[in-house]
T-cell receptor, first 114, second 112 residues
Framework: KQEVTQIPAALSVPEGENLVLNCSFT??????LQWFRQDPGKGLTSLLL?????REQTSGRLNASLDKSSGRSTLYIAASQPGDSATYLC?????????????FGRGTQLTVWP | SQTIHQWPATLVQPVGSPLSLECTVE??????LYWYRQAAGRGLQLLFY??????ISSEVPQNLSASRPQDRQFILSSKKLLLSDSGFYLC???????????FGDGTRLSIL
């Protein structure tokens, strides 16, 4: 069973800063890793999915990297904006599983102030 | 495009009452379907998943059950709610194995 840890638990920064959110997982035999965003009281929005064969994925100001061997992923947010304020979650599936049973970290709560 | 709907958005129930939460997906066929719970101070936990009609796998022993009566319908139920069943319940779907999961807006369940 995967254990997923996210650091930091909370982050508060002024607008415009570049940010790095960290995710680590205990079992490196994964097919993919997914980053989500959750606004207060809302469901999850998928941001990026990195396949095990990839080292990074980019979407707009977001860049996610994956290092399977060390069990780590980072989410890089460039030029942060107040609208980026949310909780960011990473999730990985079971060892060798593609069935989509995901294990989540507890998230990083990000606040970007103007 | 595909959409996922959950209802109700908010629910307040007394201890011992039954529960039925519904989730439907539109715009895709034979999706994998999932129920998660997000409890206060805890991370998201997978409760059930389904790869087809009538096929339900349970991840943790609990007071809840799930059913999939139709291809794109997933129902979470309980016969008698406990205080510990309070939380934020999220339904999700994925098109194929190893594809992104997409979540509904969730149901906030409070047990009194």
């Amino acid at each position: 069973k995967q254990e997923v840890t996210q650091i930091p638990a909370a982050l508060s920064v002024p607008e415009g800063e570049n940010l790095v959110l960290n995710c680590s997982f205990t079992d490196s035999a994964i097919y993919n890793l997914q980053w989500f965003r959750q606004d207060p009281g809302k469901g999850l929005t998928s941001l990026l999915l990195i396949q095990s064969s990839q080292r990074e994925q980019t979407s707009g100001r977001l860049n996610a990297s994956l290092d399977k061997s060390s069990g780590r992923s980072t989410l890089y947010i460039a030029a942060s904006q107040p609208g980026d304020s949310a909780t960011y979650l990473c999730a990985v599936p079971d060892r060798g599983s593609t069935l989509g049973r995901l294990y989540f970290g507890r998230g990083t709560q990000l606040t970007v102030w103007p | 495009s595909q959409t996922i709907h959950q209802w109700p958005a908010t629910l307040v129930q007394p201890v011992g009452s039954p529960l039925s939460l519904e989730c439907t997906v539109e715009g895709t066929s034979n999706p994998n379907l999932y129920w998660y719970r997000q409890a206060a101070g805890r991370g998201l936990q997978l409760l059930f998943y389904s790869v087809g009609i009538g096929q339900i796998s349970s991840e943790v022993p609990q007071n809840l059950s799930a059913s999939r009566p139709q291809d794109r319908q997933f129902i979470l139920s309980s016969k008698k709610l406990l205080l510990s069943d309070s939380g934020f319940y999220l339904c999700a779907w994925s098109a194929l194995d190893n594809q992104p999961q997409h979540f509904g807006d969730g149901t906030r369940l409070s047990i009194l």
